[in-house]
């Protein structure tokens, strides 16, 4: 049986939206039971038990990762003549600054030195916000026209794979993981006065502290900074520690009930933690909201919604981009000169 850091080293192969598997159902349930309590698979039926709520999220998955639009090209020199790309990007250059801070696709083109492109989401905050404008109506140019003006900020492009086929498969984990750790917080902030209970409550919420930090869950589209490699040394360790916690405490039958209980809650009901929402934009050059019966000079922008609920609610915009490796700029080196100046 697969421990919990064992599941962070095959990431892509544990979901295929377009092979829907008994074994791939079955590795989900040992999934959600690792990364939330091994002692869960001690309560009678316990697979059998979850197997209907993962089934139900591997569904969910499946239709969110096949309502993303397909992948775009993404390039410093194509902006002049791309609008979504001058809708996402002030300028060409900080195309180049988003690609140029995306470690991961660096180290996956470093790792495939015949890869010509990778695949990466581009993750971005979307901002609509009331103006007041001209506007063309018929021959006659109106002023004062309340308008709604779209602004995309906080680029961060971390999520890659060698195509797009993979790419998804990706969403599709950092997805489950999400759901787990949706989960795991709910189970964390139940109000116990058990003392056994308490300390189960204590590692979980450690647990889940380790885990958003190890597994990138949808951190990497929501702008969380990665773990430093010596930083992932140490969360490597306290994860395998706190497995061991985990097993050895003596937490009563009721606590591990009660545990699978809210796991099989959330699982079982996806979709009121997470939504993807396929949008598309009439957007002037201005990134001014234009109604389809505008003649005005637009075009149309898609990509995709992305609402996390919770105790955090948070809301991005996604797109799938295709990146060419000549496009990734080189990397940056220290200046000494200037960083003695500091000295």
Not at 128 to 152: C, E, I, N, P, Y
Not at 260 to 289: A, D, I, Q
Request: glycine share 6%; net charge negative; charged share 25%.
């Amino acid at each position: 049986m697969m421990g919990i850091l064992d599941w962070f080293k095959n990431r892509p192969g544990q979901f295929d939206p377009d092979r829907v598997s008994d074994e791939m159902i079955q590795g989900a349930v040992e999934k959600a039971i690792a990364l939330t309590n091994p002692r869960l698979k001690l309560l009678p039926d316990c697979y059998k038990r979850l197997t209907p709520a993962v089934e139900t999220t591997i569904e969910f998955l499946c239709a969110q990762v096949a309502a993303l639009p397909a992948a775009h090209p993404l390039s410093a020199k194509a902006w002049s003549s791309d609008p979504a790309l001058r809708a996402f990007f002030v300028a060409p250059t900080d195309i180049q600054s988003v690609l140029g801070r995306s470690e991961n696709l660096r180290t996956l083109f470093d790792k495939f030195p015949e890869l010509d492109e990778a695949l990466v989401i581009l993750g971005m905050a979307i901002n609509k916000q009331r103006v007041f404008g001209m506007a063309l109506h018929g021959d006659m140019v109106q002023r004062d026209v309340a308008q709604t003006s779209v602004s995309f900020s906080d680029h961060r492009a971390r999520l890659c794979g060698r195509d797009e086929a993979r790419l998804r498969r990706i969403v599709g984990v950092e997805v489950f993981e999400h759901l787990v750790a949706q989960a795991l917080s709910e189970i964390g902030e139940e109000r116990v006065e058990r003392q056994e209970l308490q300390a189960s409550r204590s590692l979980i919420r450690t647990r889940l502290r380790l885990l958003q930090k190890h597994g990138p869950g949808l951190g990497s589209m929501f702008g969380a900074d990665p773990a430093a490699p010596g930083e992932q040394t140490q969360l490597e360790a306290s994860l395998l520690e706190n497995e061991r916690q985990l097993h050895a405490i003596g937490g009563g039958e009721s606590v591990l009930e009660a545990e699978l209980e809210c796991l099989k809650e959330v699982l079982g009901k996806p979709e009121s933690y997470l939504r993807f929402e396929p949008t598309r934009l009439r957007l002037s050059p201005m990134n001014v909201m234009l109604e389809e019966t505008s003649t005005a000079t637009a075009a149309d922008v898609e990509f995709v919604i992305v609402e996390l609920s919770g105790a955090t609610p948070q809301r991005r915009a996604i797109t799938l981009e295709r990146v060419a490796r000549t496009e990734l700029p080189p990397p940056q080196k220290l200046n000494f000169d200037h960083a003695a100046r500091y000295l």
